[in-house]
């Protein structure tokens, strides 16, 4: 279609990375383009971390999961909403700041579109990225580490370099699974994860050397048959989010 | 840079479209755009209601709040945060779904990060959008208009069509106000935010004819000294979301 397009679907997660620094000129490209990704209302409710000390990477990693593409990686950049900013530029102005599930909603996504664009960006100057949604697995520390203060939370990290591998894109959902027309469909989506599973399924096996036997359904089972991150909430409550 | 940088650099918001429809490839480089974006462990929790049908149309326009190029641009794409789809893979291996503020906040980003390469792939084929965060107005009457089921919430609706307007985009907040190096900084962002003030009142006066006088902060807390959307905990329990 044209070479942004290209560009777009052609994305895979890269999880090995040469130590290349990255240029102030790329970072500043990379932040540029997740600054200019639309904002709800031009609240603009989120903050990039760069995380540029090798200690914090260190203890980052460690606390991801002893991932070393976040530690080794050119650039890594830690997503965070914040709704602290806005607060201040509130009470600033003599108001009382309100917030509930809404602003939790708003500053999450604005997070991801700012991040999504840092990582088109990246990937344009031939650079690999990885989300390390990781990061929620300690949650409280990699806040303390960090710093945040109240109102803000670490939504993902995005590891950022120069690919030290070539993997191909993951198949997808086919498109009767995800997209629907006026009406959502059940029915439609369900035929569509069953056509998935047996693309999977091969995807999974070529990848295992054959040893693996699963497909994409037993995948999200063996995931969501018990709680993930169950601490989330009391988390983002002493972080002082109202999720009411 | 680069031409993609480019593009996400001079990205703005569109209001004012012609009436000239999308093609169906213009459709299908969207739509596989945004299903390449990453997604959290593969996931791939969200869905996307293409609303083709004007009636929709027309009826999602007015729960939005009448506005216009809801209704009028070429394509209108509903974003939707999906765990139906990923209890339903559970269940059919005969496993019990968890979910909880962690599993809300996967399926919120990822209909983020897809929304986001969606609208990149849209500009990049010289075409507009705008975010339409306010079908979250009448959220519970836009679910039942596009029958959402269960573990089903649109997130934000996404227009798209040929600009029949030229807005210059709108500043950003100053990278110090946004951007920390290795631990959050807030006198930092609050010193940014009075920068950032000074350039948004010029900002707000040239385009208002000098009749505003106000700022960033003073829009923001205009905003935020009330609740916004107060239902959406409401609507979230009653579809069936946990958030604890």
Redo the contacts between chains.
Sequence with gaps: ?????D?????R?IRKFTSQALSP?QID?I???A????T?????A????????PA?RLELARLAGSQAYVEQSGLFLVF?ADL???????E????????????F??A??DA??A???A???AE??GLG?C?I?SI?NEIDSVSRL????EL?YP??GLTIGVPDQAPS??P??P?Q????????K?EQ??AG?QAYDEVMSEYYQTRAGGKAVTN???????????????H??SF?DAQGFR??
């Design positions: 279609m044209n070479p942004v397009i560009l777009l679907k052609s994305h997660s000129e490209a932040v540029t383009s600054q200019a990704a639309s709800s209302s031009n609240v603009q989120y903050s990039i971390i760069a995380v540029t000390e914090i965070c602290h900013r806005i607060r201040q530029a509130t600033q102005q003599g108001e009382t700041f309100h917030q509930n599930t809404e602003s909603i708003v999450t996504v991801a579109l991040a999504q664009n990582a088109v960006a344009s100057m990225v989300y949604g929620r960090l710093r945040l203060p803000v939504v993902f894109p993951r997808r959902l498109k699974a995800v997209v629907h027309e006026n009406t959502y059940p989506a369900a994860v994409w359904s037993r995948s999200i089972a063996d995931k969501y048959r018990k709680p993930v991150r169950a989330m909430r983002l999720l009411d």
